[in-house]
């Protein structure tokens, strides 16, 4: 019991400590953010004031980064379904320590990926268009609604199992830190006192959320590879874009995970509650999703290799052996086989390796959004050269501006919100205790 | 004498039959029946009265139905189908005719030993669209009230989900509405009223206005478009099988613009018949066309009656007559002297080449044949060789082939109908090529090898 109490101090003491002391590299990180942030919307003004001619966008290519960081971003947003959703559903005990992060991981990519959407427009404003002139007929508008959908509920499911967190906040840091914070945390936390009804009120809101955020989260990435599935480009002709764009996006929003959870764990000494056990865990989940991302492609691949269609030719060539082949290549082995590999070697299966893997998987899902784009829009619709597409500064500038808003918004989130659920692996900790089972930090170790 | 009788006859009676209404010999007789005017696509019957000269109605007896058609350019008559007399001696047929013009329909009713015909003539207008592709596949009971319910039936439940998390702030106060907590004493009046705002039910309160939002989008999206079809306006005008819109051709101008000026209606004609979609808008040419502003108005006669190998398409009197090419030879004219301003075409303005100071040039700088083959071949041949005439082919053609007697004469420059073709200077014809004249330094390659002697 002795040992018990002083974890849960720990705990507590742990998820308080970054809401309560700010480094100078705290300030140093989100001045750099900033400052990518503003050459950016730099970036964007001059896109703007002389229209999409300023990016390498034309009328045969006229998708870009900006598209592939919409899929990209969408896609690692369904880090916090995965883990967070269906290991909760399955009840998967572990995930405990890191569903915060995962189901903020899936907020904040939401929103970076929402903004690329607005970004592609050359004219901003006419965004409006899809409110006024929808039609249910366009994937377009199945878009806004999927991914308007996907947000508010994953806000929802952020913001649910974290009200005990902030009320636990509101508590220990109410008058102690600016008046904003208190009376923001005491705002948030809604009067949670922890009575037996809030508890069950909380649970059942959690137990509807749970259930209903997975078939959207589903929806909102099948909805996004119909973009491309429902255009008739010979490249994008594909039943199973939609299966492959989930399996996709739950792959690279494992491997943000896990590359989110390592630096956390680092800067805010967390190593006692994100175990290797933890990144063990989500390696496995990963290499689970690399097989099935192999998969994917082999019966995507094979049945239009073997068929051969007209058209196919040109696909084929410049994915496997011309311009696409070292992007392709790298996505294939370097994103799919390596992970694999290296979680099938114990010796490699530590955080670094694990890290390492997840790195090569965000890189090559990066990669292969890219190609999916560009390669589908290339291939001339008639007897022409294939189009080309180099992007300019402005869309390398604006793209470093998503990843900075993605950290940016990450790295105050861990300053104001509590990063680990501490409500419920307490609560989890007690059910442990009672079934006399060791401490999940301490067990693993 | 009999064989003759009879077709004289024949012929007689397919003359009357000709005519609209009654057509009758000997002692039956055929009315043909039917509207006078009718629009493209509309069902209309053709009726036939078979009776005996006294009025005594034929049952039985078999009326054959013709119309006139054309098909890929083959105009005839079709047999439209054969129908059998009623009672009262009446048999009808259902027509729909898809042209637009006057349309002829003929009947033919014969009893073994005679035949009779009457014809109608039907004037067929402009109609509505009479083809329209129907898109997709029409499930019943699908639509976008489907998606819609999809749509609130999510939304529902988080809405619901929503307010159970107001339950939860709202079950404290009721509980204990009386507690005070320390930061409440610290500032009584800001936190209190900080506590007051409900977090659960402004969330919640936003997404029910998202719901909506999002519904309506879906609930309206039908209507956005005009794709209920509102009268008068269709989205999809697939196939009109009249004239009411024929194929404008790739002009740009309307007759209407001729204003009696004849450079300004020569532009109009040469816009509107196409000439500047290769030639160039100004006449200047373009990778697919040559300049034409150098052709005479005789050469321009011909070539435009005549088309070109390589894509000039010829045009008939009844297209273009003489006057309006008279009127695009102004035009060119006029371009010919724009041009000249704006580049230098040919050698206008710049010195003019002389045919005599080099005529005796250092052996090595001579030029060969190769030389002036080079120059030839790309500016002369592409018409030159394949169209009659001088050739650029080889040495031989190039020097004697052509209408005109011998191109090159070796030594004379000046007396080479080769060469008062390149400079201008020729007695007939028109400066050549047509797009322009060749550099100054290719046709002094050509000179100086005439000069030269005009060796092999």
């Not at chain 2, 035949?115 to 976008?144: D, F, M, R």
């Not at chain 2, 705002?197 to 998202?210: D, E, F, P």
């Not at chain 2, 301003?341 to 080449?353: F, L, T, Y």
């Not at chain 2, 200077?425 to 005009?454: E, K, N, Y």
């Amino acid at each position: 019991m002795e040992s018990m109490t002083s974890w849960r101090e720990r705990l507590e003491e742990t998820t308080l400590e970054p809401a309560r002391t700010t480094t100078r590299n705290y300030y140093v990180v989100v001045g750099v953010l900033l400052a990518v942030i503003a050459w950016a919307l730099f970036a964007y003004y001059v896109q703007l004031r002389d229209g999409l001619v300023v990016t390498g966008l034309r009328d045969r290519i006229s998708w870009g980064l900006y598209i592939t960081m919409f899929v990209f971003f969408i896609g690692i947003s369904h880090a916090g379904t995965l883990i967070s959703a269906i290991l909760r559903v399955a009840n998967a005990t572990w995930r405990t320590p890191v569903t915060r992060m995962a189901e903020f991981i899936t907020a904040v990519a939401l929103m970076t990926g929402a903004l690329f959407v607005v970004v592609d427009l050359g004219r901003p404003d006419r965004f409006l268009l899809v409110i006024a002139h929808g039609r249910w007929q366009s994937p377009i508008v199945w878009d806004v609604v999927a991914v308007t959908t996907y947000l508010t509920a994953s806000l929802l499911y952020l913001y649910l199992p974290m009200i005990p967190d902030l009320a636990f906040f509101r508590d220990r840091l109410g008058g102690k830190v600016a008046r904003w914070r208190s009376g923001l945390y005491r705002l948030l936390a809604i009067n949670w006192k922890g009575t037996d009804t809030q508890k069950s009120q909380l649970h059942s809101s959690i137990s509807i959320m749970m259930i209903l955020i997975i078939p959207i989260a589903v929806s909102v990435h099948t909805v996004v590879s119909w973009i491309f599935a429902m255009t008739l480009r010979e490249a994008w002709n594909s039943a199973i874009f939609g299966f492959f764009f989930v399996a996709g996006a739950i792959f690279s929003g494992i491997a943000t995970l896990i590359i989110m959870m390592a630096l956390l764990r680092r800067v805010y000494r967390l190593e006692e509650f994100l175990t290797e056990k933890h990144f063990q865990y989500l390696g496995f989940l990963m290499a689970a999703m690399a097989g099935v991302m192999l998969y994917a492609n082999i019966s995507e691949y094979v049945t239009a290799g073997f068929k051969f269609e007209e058209g196919s030719e040109f696909i084929f060539r410049q994915l496997f052996v011309a311009e696409f082949a070292p992007y392709f290549w790298f996505y294939l082995i370097g994103g799919l086989i390596i992970p694999i590999l290296l979680m099938s070697i114990p010796r490699m299966r530590t955080i670094s390796g694990i890290v390492s893997a997840a790195v090569l998987v965000d890189l090559a899902m990066w990669v292969e959004r890219y190609f999916i784009v560009v390669t589908g829009l290339r291939a001339p619709l008639l007897p022409y050269e294939p189009a080309n597409y180099a992007p300019t500064w402005v869309e390398w500038s604006i793209t470093a501006g998503g990843f900075a808003f993605f950290a940016l918004l990450v790295t105050l989130f861990v300053k104001v919100f509590p990063i680990m659920a501490v409500y419920e692996m307490v609560e989890e900790q007690d059910v442990r205790a009672a079934a006399r089972l060791p401490a999940s930090g301490e067990a693993v170790t | 004498m009999m064989r003759r009788f009879f077709t004289v006859t024949l012929a007689a009676a397919m003359a009357i039959g000709a005519l609209p209404g009654v057509a009758g010999a000997a002692h039956l007789v055929i009315e043909a029946s039917g509207p006078q005017e009718v629009i493209v696509g509309e069902e209309l019957e053709i009726g036939a009265s078979v009776h005996l000269a006294d009025g005594t109605p034929v049952p039985g007896a078999t009326v054959v139905f013709f119309a006139d058609s054309f098909f890929a350019g083959v105009s005839g008559e079709i047999r439209l189908g054969a129908v059998v007399t009623n009672g009262l001696g009446v048999a009808t047929f259902p027509l729909v005719f898809s042209v637009r013009g006057v349309h002829r329909v003929r009947l033919e009713v014969g009893d073994g030993t005679e035949t009779q015909q009457a014809g109608l003539t039907i004037g067929v207008n402009n109609g509505p669209q009479i083809v329209a592709s129907e898109a997709g596949v029409e499930i019943p009971g699908l639509g976008s009230w489907l998606v819609t319910l999809v749509i609130a039936v999510v939304w529902a439940i988080m809405i619901v989900a929503a307010s159970w998390m107001m339950r939860v702030s709202r079950t404290h106060r009721e509980e204990d509405d009386d507690t005070t907590t320390p930061e409440d004493e610290q500032s009584p009046n800001g936190r209190r009223r900080m506590g007051r705002i409900n977090v659960a039910a402004i969330a919640t309160g936003v997404m029910v206005l998202l719901a909506v939002g999002l519904v309506a989008v879906l609930i309206r999206s039908p209507d956005t478009h005009h794709n209920l079809d509102p009268e008068g306006y269709s989205r999809s005008p697939v196939a009109y099988l009249d004239a009411a819109y024929v194929y404008p051709g790739p002009g740009l101008v309307d007759d209407a613009v001729l204003t009696g000026d004849a450079v300004a209606d020569g532009r109009a004609q040469f816009l509107k018949l196409g000439c500047a979609g290769c030639h160039g808008i100004d006449a200047q040419g373009a990778a697919s066309a040559r300049s034409p502003v150098f052709a005479t108005r005789q050469w321009l006669g011909t070539v435009v009656r005549t088309g070109l190998p390589g894509g000039m398409p010829a045009y008939a009197a009844s297209d273009l007559s003489d006057a309006d090419l008279d009127t695009i030879h102004a035009f060119l004219l006029e371009a010919r002297d724009v041009l000249a301003d704006e580049v230098p075409v040919g050698n206008g303005g710049s010195a003019p080449i002389s045919t005599t100071t080099t005529t005796v040039a250092g052996a090595a700088a001579t030029p060969g044949f190769a030389d002036v083959q080079g120059i030839l071949q790309p500016n002369c041949s592409s018409c030159h060789g394949t169209f009659g005439g001088w050739s650029a082919a080889d040495y031989d053609s190039v020097l004697n082939s052509g209408d005109n007697g011998p191109a090159v004469i070796p030594g004379d420059p000046e007396g080479s109908i080769l060469v008062q073709k390149l400079l201008g200077t020729q007695t007939f014809g028109s400066l050549m090529p047509p797009a322009g004249s060749l550099s100054d330094s290719d046709i002094r390659v050509i000179v100086d090898w005439i000069a030269a002697g005009a060796a092999r």
